[in-house]
C-alpha cells in the first residue's frame, strides 16, 4: 500500500511542475496511460493470490481514479489562469479620449464627406425635413424620363451616362430620381433631402469627379415660392461656413424646374482671383436648383394646380472642398490614410 502512496506523491511533484496543457498530457501518459506506471502495478497482480489480488486491484483503481480527477482539476484550473493572465494583457479602455488613444493605437475616424454631409443632414432635418435614399442603379424612367427629360431629348447629352448592357438601366447621373421616388412614397405636403454617390463618364480635373457626391432637396406644398428656397440654402450655408460667403444666383436651364438658376460660390480656395479648381473664373459652380416643372409633379401624381415646390441638388463634394480648404477633389477618394486622417471629429 505504501507504494500507492509513494507513486501518487511522485505524481503530484510532477503535475505541480507542469506550466501547459502538453506537461499535463505528459503526466497523465507517464502514470495512467496504457503504458504507465499504475498500469505497470496492475499487470504484477496476476502473480498474486486471489485475497491480494482483489485488494490491490481496488487500490490501484481508486489511485487512478484520483489521479485522472486530480489531473481534470489541474488542467481547468490551468485554463482559468492562461485566461486571467490574457486578460491582464489584452485590454482597452474604451473610455480613453482620442488625444490618448492616438499615442499608440489608431482610432477610426470618419472620412471628410461623411462628416460634411452629416453636417447637411443635421441642418435639415432640424428645420423639418425629412431624409431619403435611392439605388445607384437606375432606370431610364427616374433618373431621366419623369424628370421630363424624353428620350432623344438633347438634355440627356448634359451628362455623360454609363448605361448598362440593356440600354435600360444606367448608373444614376444625379441625385434628382430621389424626387420621383419621394414623390412616389408621399403625399404633399412634404419636405425632404436625399444624399448619395452619382456616376458620371467625365474627363477628371481638379473640380470633377467620375464618382461624385449630391444631396437633392425637395419641398412640396401650397404656395411654396424661389423666396422658401432661398430662404433654405441661405441658412443652410451660413451653417455650414459659420460666417458669411459670397454666393450668386444665376439663370441655369434644367428640364425639371422653370425657373432653374444656378447658384455658385466664391471659390473660397483663392478667395475670388482664380485658381485649378474654379478654372481661374473665381465661382465654383455649388448646386442646381428651381421651381419643380409641372410635369415632374404630374409624373408624381401631383396636381399642379394645387401644389408647387422647389428642388435643388447640391454639390457635396466641392462643398467639402470648400469648407475644408482641398483644392483637388480626386483626394477625397484616392485612399491615401495620410489625408482622411486629417479629419477626425465629429
Ligand atoms: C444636376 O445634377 C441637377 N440634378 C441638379 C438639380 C437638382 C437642378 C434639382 C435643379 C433641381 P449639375 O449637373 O449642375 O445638376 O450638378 C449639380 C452639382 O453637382 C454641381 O453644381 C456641382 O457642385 C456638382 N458636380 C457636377 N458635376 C460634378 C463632378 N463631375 N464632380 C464633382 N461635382 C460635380
Not at 482620442?98 to 435639415?124: M, N, T, W
Not at 480635373?205 to 428656397?229: K, L, N, P, T, Y
Amino acid at each position: 500500500m505504501n507504494q500507492f502512496e509513494e507513486l501518487y506523491a511522485e505524481f503530484s511533484m510532477m503535475l505541480e511542475k507542469a506550466a501547459t496543457a502538453a506537461d499535463v498530457a505528459q503526466v497523465k501518459a507517464d502514470f495512467v496511460g496504457k503504458k504507465g506506471r499504475v498500469n505497470d502495478i496492475m499487470k504484477g497482480l496476476k502473480d498474486m493470490g486471489p485475497e491480494e489480488r482483489k485488494t490491490l486491484g481496488a487500490a490501484s483503481n481508486s489511485l487512478k481514479e484520483r489521479i485522472i480527477a486530480e489531473i481534470d482539476r489541474f488542467l481547468e484550473d490551468l485554463e482559468r489562469r492562461q485566461i486571467d493572465e490574457r486578460l491582464s494583457r489584452d485590454w482597452i479602455d474604451v473610455t480613453l479620449s482620442d488625444a490618448v488613444l492616438d499615442k499608440g493605437l489608431s482610432s477610426a475616424g470618419y472620412h471628410p464627406l461623411s462628416l460634411v454631409q452629416r453636417e447637411v443632414e443635421d441642418i435639415f432635418i432640424s428645420m423639418g425635413f425629412d431624409i431619403l435614399d435611392g439605388p445607384h442603379i437606375e432606370d431610364d424612367y427616374h433618373n431621366f424620363e419623369a424628370l421630363n427629360i424624353p428620350a432623344n431629348h438633347p438634355a440627356r447629352d448634359m451628362q455623360d451616362t454609363f448605361w448598362f448592357a440593356d440600354l435600360h438601366h444606367l448608373l444614376r447621373t444625379h441625385t434628382s430620381p430621389i424626387q420621383v421616388r419621394g414623390m412616389e412614397a408621399h403625399k404633399p405636403p412634404f419636405k425632404f433631402v436625399g444624399p448619395g454617390k452619382v456616376f458620371r463618364n467625365e474627363a477628371l480635373d481638379a473640380s470633377h469627379e467620375a464618382c461624385f457626391h449630391q444631396i437633392e432637396g425637395m419641398m412640396v406644398g401650397e404656395d411654396i415660392s424661389v423666396a422658401h428656397m432661398i430662404h433654405f440654402l441661405k441658412t443652410l450655408l451660413s451653417n455650414i461656413f459659420k460666417r458669411e460667403i459670397k454666393v450668386r444666383l444665376r439663370p441655369g436651364y434644367f428640364p425639371f424646374v422653370e425657373p432653374g438658376f444656378e447658384l455658385d460660390y466664391e471659390c473660397l480656395l483663392c478667395g475670388g482671383k482664380g485658381c485649378s479648381v474654379c478654372k481661374q473664373v473665381g465661382w465654383v459652380e455649388a448646386l442646381g436648383c428651381g421651381m419643380v416643372h409641372p410635369r415632374v409633379l404630374e409624373y408624381g401624381r401631383i396636381d399642379p394646380l394645387v401644389h408647387n415646390g422647389f428642388a435643388f441638388g447640391l454639390g457635396l463634394d466641392r462643398l467639402t472642398m470648400m469648407r475644408y480648404g482641398i483644392d483637388d477633389v480626386r483626394h477625397l477618394q484616392d485612399g491615401d490614410l495620410r489625408f482622411v486622417s486629417q479629419f477626425k471629429a465629429y
